[in-house]
């Protein structure tokens, strides 16, 4: 089992950088996928960002050219860097793994982005 600590949310003005970690540690074979996603409040989870064990990223629309994910797969650690954040980026951050087909996820890191 991969148990996932996050790190790294707060309190941010609008126009302003957080950056988020999530280190892993358990039971690891091989990570294949790590990621962010996001959950405001009366909304569903939401994608933000993949890496693969390979360094292939994907980003919702929304973020894309403000947040870059990186990954450090000797550490088993995944981060995202968020820049120029807006109101709208408020949310309850998730770190999210996957291995051997079998989802884990963080309990979640608060992210506020005031206007």
């Known amino acids: 089992q991969v148990h996932l600590t996050e790190s790294g949310g707060g309190l941010v003005q609008a126009g302003g950088s957080l950056r988020l970690s999530c280190a892993a540690s358990g039971i690891i074979f091989s990570i294949n996928v790590m990621g962010w996603y996001r959950q405001a409040p009366g909304n569903q989870r939401e994608l933000v960002a993949t890496v693969t064990s390979g360094g292939t990223t994907n980003y919702a629309d929304s973020v894309k050219g403000r947040f870059t994910i990186s990954r450090d797969n000797a550490k088993h650690t995944v981060y995202l860097q968020m820049n120029s954040l807006k109101p709208e980026d408020t949310s309850v951050y998730y770190c999210?793994?996957?291995?051997?087909?079998?989802?884990?996820w963080g309990k979640g890191t608060l992210v506020t982005v005031s206007s």
């Open positions: 999210n793994a996957v291995q051997l087909s079998m989802d884990s």
